[in-house]
Protein backbone atom coordinates (compact mmCIF):
# COMPACT_ATOMS: atom_id res chain seq x y z
CA UNK A 1 0.00 0.00 0.00
CA UNK A 2 2.87 2.45 0.97
CA UNK A 3 4.72 1.88 -2.47
CA UNK A 4 1.22 2.30 -4.40
CA UNK A 5 0.98 5.54 -2.46
CA UNK A 6 4.27 6.90 -3.63
CA UNK A 7 3.23 9.10 -6.31
CA UNK A 8 0.39 10.44 -4.48
CA UNK A 9 2.50 11.46 -1.72
CA UNK A 10 4.99 12.75 -4.29
CA UNK A 11 1.78 14.59 -6.24
CA UNK A 12 0.87 16.54 -3.09
CA UNK A 13 4.10 17.53 -1.91
CA UNK A 14 5.06 18.79 -5.51
CA UNK A 15 1.64 20.47 -6.05
CA UNK A 16 2.01 22.81 -2.61
CA UNK A 17 5.36 23.90 -3.58
CA UNK A 18 4.37 24.83 -6.97
CA UNK A 19 0.88 26.42 -5.88
CA UNK A 20 2.63 28.83 -3.61
CA UNK A 21 5.33 29.83 -6.11
CA UNK A 22 2.69 30.44 -8.75
CA UNK A 23 0.85 32.83 -6.57
CA UNK A 24 3.57 34.79 -5.68
CA UNK A 25 4.75 35.51 -9.31
CA UNK A 26 0.90 36.24 -10.20
CA UNK A 27 0.60 38.44 -7.31
CA UNK A 28 3.90 40.48 -8.92
CA UNK A 29 3.00 40.13 -12.39
CA UNK A 30 -0.92 40.06 -12.64
CA UNK A 31 -0.41 37.58 -15.10
CA UNK A 32 -3.90 35.59 -16.06
CA UNK A 33 -2.12 32.46 -16.99
CA UNK A 34 0.22 32.34 -13.76
CA UNK A 35 -3.46 32.91 -11.88
CA UNK A 36 -4.96 30.00 -13.02
CA UNK A 37 -1.82 27.90 -12.53
CA UNK A 38 -2.42 28.71 -9.09
CA UNK A 39 -5.68 27.68 -8.77
CA UNK A 40 -4.87 24.08 -11.00
CA UNK A 41 -2.03 23.76 -8.57
CA UNK A 42 -3.94 24.34 -5.29
CA UNK A 43 -6.83 21.97 -7.20
CA UNK A 44 -4.59 19.61 -7.50
CA UNK A 45 -3.46 19.45 -4.25
CA UNK A 46 -6.78 18.87 -2.74
CA UNK A 47 -8.07 16.37 -5.31
CA UNK A 48 -4.71 14.34 -5.04
CA UNK A 49 -5.36 14.35 -1.06
CA UNK A 50 -8.77 12.63 -1.68
CA UNK A 51 -6.98 9.95 -3.05
CA UNK A 52 -5.85 9.46 0.65
CA UNK A 53 -8.86 9.66 2.03
CA UNK A 54 -10.39 7.08 -0.45
CA UNK A 55 -7.19 4.47 0.59
CA UNK A 56 -7.96 5.22 4.17
CA UNK A 57 -11.93 4.95 3.88
CA UNK A 58 -11.43 1.57 1.59
CA UNK A 59 -9.25 -0.14 4.19
CA UNK A 60 -12.49 -1.15 6.14
CA UNK A 61 -13.13 -4.23 6.93
CA UNK A 62 -16.27 -6.34 5.33
CA UNK A 63 -19.14 -6.07 7.58
CA UNK A 64 -23.14 -7.00 7.41
CA UNK A 65 -23.81 -4.21 4.65
CA UNK A 66 -20.88 -4.77 2.54
CA UNK A 67 -19.76 -8.38 2.70
CA UNK A 68 -17.14 -7.94 0.38
CA UNK A 69 -15.24 -4.93 2.01
CA UNK A 70 -15.03 -1.10 1.09
CA UNK A 71 -12.07 -1.51 -1.35
CA UNK A 72 -14.47 0.59 -4.26
CA UNK A 73 -14.91 2.95 -1.94
CA UNK A 74 -11.49 4.51 -3.83
CA UNK A 75 -12.97 4.31 -6.92
CA UNK A 76 -15.84 6.66 -5.72
CA UNK A 77 -13.49 9.35 -4.36
CA UNK A 78 -11.32 8.94 -7.65
CA UNK A 79 -14.69 10.29 -9.23
CA UNK A 80 -14.77 12.73 -6.84
CA UNK A 81 -11.59 14.18 -7.78
CA UNK A 82 -12.37 13.97 -12.01
CA UNK A 83 -16.03 16.12 -10.90
CA UNK A 84 -13.89 18.76 -8.79
CA UNK A 85 -10.99 19.11 -11.38
CA UNK A 86 -13.65 19.75 -14.22
CA UNK A 87 -15.23 22.22 -12.04
CA UNK A 88 -12.96 24.17 -10.09
CA UNK A 89 -9.69 23.87 -12.15
CA UNK A 90 -10.99 23.85 -15.52
CA UNK A 91 -13.76 26.36 -14.13
CA UNK A 92 -11.88 29.00 -12.49
CA UNK A 93 -9.40 28.97 -15.43
CA UNK A 94 -11.48 29.26 -18.25
CA UNK A 95 -13.83 32.48 -15.99
CA UNK A 96 -10.06 33.92 -15.33
CA UNK A 97 -9.28 33.48 -19.10
CA UNK A 98 -12.51 35.26 -20.68
CA UNK A 99 -12.56 37.99 -17.93
CA UNK A 100 -8.74 38.85 -19.05
CA UNK A 101 -9.76 38.95 -23.05
CA UNK A 102 -12.59 40.95 -22.12
CA UNK A 103 -10.51 43.29 -19.50
CA UNK A 104 -6.75 43.51 -21.17
CA UNK A 105 -3.82 45.15 -19.67
CA UNK A 106 -0.11 45.46 -20.43
CA UNK A 107 2.03 43.12 -19.65
CA UNK A 108 3.66 43.54 -16.19
CA UNK A 109 7.40 42.17 -15.91
CA UNK A 110 7.93 38.27 -16.91
CA UNK A 111 10.85 37.90 -14.92
CA UNK A 112 8.71 36.36 -11.82
CA UNK A 113 6.95 34.15 -14.51
CA UNK A 114 9.48 32.90 -16.02
CA UNK A 115 11.39 32.17 -12.45
CA UNK A 116 8.25 30.43 -11.58
CA UNK A 117 7.12 28.46 -14.47
CA UNK A 118 11.11 26.77 -14.46
CA UNK A 119 11.03 25.77 -10.58
CA UNK A 120 7.24 24.86 -11.28
CA UNK A 121 8.61 22.67 -13.88
CA UNK A 122 11.16 21.51 -12.01
CA UNK A 123 8.38 20.15 -9.34
CA UNK A 124 6.26 18.46 -11.63
CA UNK A 125 8.91 16.68 -13.73
CA UNK A 126 9.97 14.73 -10.52
CA UNK A 127 6.53 14.07 -9.53
CA UNK A 128 6.27 12.78 -13.19
CA UNK A 129 8.49 10.75 -13.26
CA UNK A 130 7.87 8.86 -10.20
CA UNK A 131 4.41 8.03 -11.42
CA UNK A 132 5.93 7.47 -14.31
CA UNK A 133 8.05 4.55 -12.96
CA UNK A 134 5.01 3.15 -11.06
CA UNK A 135 3.44 2.89 -14.24
CA UNK A 136 5.83 1.46 -15.90
CA UNK A 137 6.70 -0.95 -12.88
CA UNK A 138 3.76 -2.70 -12.74
CA UNK A 139 2.74 -2.43 -16.57
CA UNK A 140 6.32 -3.08 -18.37
CA UNK A 141 4.60 -4.28 -21.74
CA UNK A 142 2.05 -1.84 -22.60
CA UNK A 143 1.86 1.90 -23.54
CA UNK A 144 1.42 4.91 -21.41
CA UNK A 145 -2.23 4.97 -22.55
CA UNK A 146 -3.15 1.36 -22.42
CA UNK A 147 -1.55 1.22 -18.73
CA UNK A 148 -3.69 4.05 -17.55
CA UNK A 149 -6.43 2.32 -19.50
CA UNK A 150 -6.27 -1.02 -18.13
CA UNK A 151 -5.01 -0.06 -14.26
CA UNK A 152 -6.96 -0.98 -11.22
CA UNK A 153 -5.14 1.25 -9.10
CA UNK A 154 -5.71 5.20 -9.22
CA UNK A 155 -3.42 5.71 -6.74
CA UNK A 156 -1.13 5.23 -9.73
CA UNK A 157 -2.82 6.94 -12.52
CA UNK A 158 -4.64 9.89 -10.79
CA UNK A 159 -1.65 11.95 -9.77
CA UNK A 160 -0.12 10.48 -13.19
CA UNK A 161 -2.54 12.22 -15.36
CA UNK A 162 -2.54 15.67 -13.08
CA UNK A 163 1.14 15.87 -13.61
CA UNK A 164 0.95 15.80 -17.03
CA UNK A 165 -1.72 18.21 -17.39
CA UNK A 166 0.46 20.47 -15.04
CA UNK A 167 3.10 20.20 -17.59
CA UNK A 168 1.09 20.97 -20.42
CA UNK A 169 -0.69 24.29 -18.38
CA UNK A 170 2.79 25.46 -17.54
CA UNK A 171 4.04 25.04 -21.34
CA UNK A 172 0.97 26.96 -22.33
CA UNK A 173 1.85 29.60 -19.68
CA UNK A 174 5.31 30.33 -21.00
CA UNK A 175 3.81 30.80 -24.20
CA UNK A 176 1.38 32.67 -22.98
CA UNK A 177 3.22 35.36 -21.10
CA UNK A 178 5.95 35.13 -24.13
CA UNK A 179 4.01 36.27 -26.54
CA UNK A 180 1.94 38.72 -24.31
CA UNK A 181 5.56 40.74 -23.69
CA UNK A 182 6.10 40.35 -27.47
CA UNK A 183 3.00 42.00 -28.46
CA UNK A 184 2.65 44.53 -25.60
CA UNK A 185 -1.13 42.86 -24.60
CA UNK A 186 -2.57 40.67 -21.90
CA UNK A 187 -4.50 38.67 -24.23
CA UNK A 188 -2.29 35.91 -25.26
CA UNK A 189 -1.98 35.45 -21.79
CA UNK A 190 -5.77 35.00 -21.39
CA UNK A 191 -6.08 32.64 -24.35
CA UNK A 192 -3.01 30.59 -22.46
CA UNK A 193 -5.47 30.64 -19.26
CA UNK A 194 -8.82 29.31 -21.47
CA UNK A 195 -6.28 26.70 -23.04
CA UNK A 196 -5.26 25.11 -19.83
CA UNK A 197 -8.92 25.59 -18.58
CA UNK A 198 -9.60 22.98 -21.34
CA UNK A 199 -6.36 20.64 -20.84
CA UNK A 200 -7.74 20.32 -16.88
CA UNK A 201 -11.18 19.34 -17.99
CA UNK A 202 -10.12 17.38 -20.33
CA UNK A 203 -7.79 15.21 -17.76
CA UNK A 204 -10.98 15.41 -15.53
CA UNK A 205 -12.83 13.44 -18.38
CA UNK A 206 -10.30 10.76 -18.27
CA UNK A 207 -10.01 10.84 -14.75
CA UNK A 208 -13.70 10.29 -14.54
CA UNK A 209 -14.55 7.55 -17.05
CA UNK A 210 -11.64 5.32 -15.91
CA UNK A 211 -13.12 6.16 -12.21
CA UNK A 212 -16.77 5.18 -13.39
CA UNK A 213 -15.78 1.52 -15.25
CA UNK A 214 -14.03 0.54 -12.16
CA UNK A 215 -17.04 1.46 -10.32
CA UNK A 216 -19.47 -0.20 -12.52
CA UNK A 217 -17.66 -3.50 -11.37
CA UNK A 218 -14.82 -3.76 -14.50
CA UNK A 219 -13.74 -7.31 -14.68
CA UNK A 220 -10.00 -8.08 -13.57
CA UNK A 221 -7.00 -7.66 -16.76
CA UNK A 222 -7.38 -9.77 -19.93
CA UNK A 223 -4.24 -11.59 -18.72
CA UNK A 224 -5.37 -12.56 -15.50
CA UNK A 225 -9.07 -13.59 -16.57
CA UNK A 226 -7.08 -15.96 -19.46
CA UNK A 227 -4.99 -17.43 -16.95
CA UNK A 228 -7.47 -18.25 -14.43
CA UNK A 229 -9.44 -19.98 -17.74
CA UNK A 230 -6.15 -22.24 -18.70
CA UNK A 231 -5.77 -23.10 -14.85
CA UNK A 232 -8.79 -24.37 -14.93
CA UNK A 233 -9.30 -25.92 -18.45
CA UNK A 234 -5.56 -27.63 -17.22
CA UNK A 235 -7.14 -29.43 -14.44
CA UNK A 236 -7.61 -33.49 -14.50
CA UNK A 237 -11.05 -33.14 -13.34
CA UNK A 238 -12.42 -30.13 -15.23
CA UNK A 239 -14.09 -31.51 -18.52
CA UNK A 240 -15.25 -27.30 -19.72
CA UNK A 241 -14.60 -24.02 -18.55
CA UNK A 242 -16.25 -21.47 -19.84
CA UNK A 243 -15.07 -17.63 -19.63
CA UNK A 244 -14.62 -17.12 -16.15
CA UNK A 245 -16.50 -14.04 -14.59
CA UNK A 246 -14.48 -11.52 -12.60
CA UNK A 247 -14.94 -8.45 -10.60
CA UNK A 248 -12.33 -6.34 -9.35
CA UNK A 249 -12.99 -4.91 -5.76
CA UNK A 250 -10.31 -2.84 -5.43
CA UNK A 251 -7.03 -2.07 -6.79
CA UNK A 252 -5.85 -5.62 -4.90
CA UNK A 253 -8.75 -7.08 -4.65
CA UNK A 254 -10.58 -9.79 -7.05
CA UNK A 255 -13.78 -11.73 -7.30
CA UNK A 256 -14.05 -14.70 -9.39
CA UNK A 257 -17.26 -16.77 -10.08
CA UNK A 258 -16.51 -20.21 -12.16
CA UNK A 259 -18.90 -22.02 -14.05
CA UNK A 260 -17.42 -25.58 -14.34
CA UNK A 261 -18.59 -29.03 -15.78
CA UNK A 262 -16.15 -32.10 -14.08
CA UNK A 263 -15.55 -35.15 -16.06
CA UNK A 264 -17.89 -37.66 -15.49
CA UNK A 265 -17.67 -40.59 -13.30
CA UNK A 266 -16.11 -38.28 -10.73
CA UNK A 267 -17.34 -38.67 -6.90
CA UNK A 268 -18.31 -35.97 -4.73
CA UNK A 269 -15.04 -36.53 -2.87
CA UNK A 270 -13.00 -36.08 -6.21
CA UNK A 271 -15.22 -33.11 -7.22
CA UNK A 272 -14.14 -31.19 -3.95
CA UNK A 273 -10.49 -32.29 -4.05
CA UNK A 274 -10.53 -30.49 -7.53
CA UNK A 275 -12.26 -27.62 -6.46
CA UNK A 276 -9.72 -27.50 -3.82
CA UNK A 277 -6.81 -27.61 -6.09
CA UNK A 278 -8.00 -25.39 -8.36
CA UNK A 279 -8.70 -22.64 -5.39
CA UNK A 280 -4.92 -23.29 -4.48
CA UNK A 281 -3.44 -23.02 -7.93
CA UNK A 282 -5.76 -19.86 -8.42
CA UNK A 283 -4.06 -18.23 -5.79
CA UNK A 284 -1.04 -18.85 -6.33
CA UNK A 285 -1.09 -17.61 -9.62
CA UNK A 286 -2.96 -14.96 -8.18
CA UNK A 287 -2.82 -13.58 -4.89
CA UNK A 288 -5.20 -10.65 -5.36
CA UNK A 289 -8.15 -13.04 -6.35
CA UNK A 290 -9.86 -12.83 -2.71
CA UNK A 291 -13.18 -14.47 -3.24
CA UNK A 292 -13.61 -17.92 -5.26
CA UNK A 293 -17.18 -19.01 -6.07
CA UNK A 294 -17.41 -22.32 -8.02
CA UNK A 295 -20.03 -24.19 -9.35
CA UNK A 296 -20.40 -27.86 -10.80
CA UNK A 297 -22.85 -27.77 -13.74
CA UNK A 298 -22.34 -31.60 -14.62
CA UNK A 299 -23.11 -33.17 -18.40
CA UNK A 300 -26.09 -33.25 -19.18
CA UNK A 301 -25.34 -37.10 -19.76
CA UNK A 302 -24.34 -36.61 -16.11
CA UNK A 303 -26.19 -37.82 -12.87
CA UNK A 304 -26.68 -35.96 -9.59
CA UNK A 305 -26.66 -32.56 -8.68
CA UNK A 306 -24.79 -29.63 -9.12
CA UNK A 307 -22.54 -28.47 -6.21
CA UNK A 308 -21.58 -24.76 -5.30
CA UNK A 309 -18.60 -23.39 -3.06
CA UNK A 310 -17.45 -20.00 -2.03
CA UNK A 311 -14.39 -19.22 -0.47
CA UNK A 312 -12.45 -16.62 0.62
CA UNK A 313 -9.16 -15.53 1.27
Known amino acids: MAESAKSTYAAIAADTAIAATKFV ?57 G ?13 EGIRRLMH ?39 SI ?20 ADIIGLLLAFVGVLVSQWMGTSVPDGIAALLIGFTLAAAAVVLSNEARKLLLGESAGSEVVRDIRTIAIS ?3 VEKAPHPL ?30 ERLEH ?9 KHIFIENHPLE ?7 YQESHA
Do not use: C
Open 145 to 164: WQAVRTSKDPRNFSPFLLDI
Open 104 to 142: PQPPESAVWNYSVLAISGAFSLYSTSVGYRQIRQKHPDQ
Open 25 to 81: AAGFTGSASMLTEGFHSVVDTGITALTLFGMYRSRRPPDALHPFGYGRELYYWTNVM
Open 281 to 289: NIRRSHPDV
Open 246 to 275: TMQLSPSEVLLNLNLEFRPGLSGDEVQQAI
Open 235 to 237: DPA
Open 301 to 307: SHSGGGQ
Open 83 to 95: ILLFSLGGGMSVL
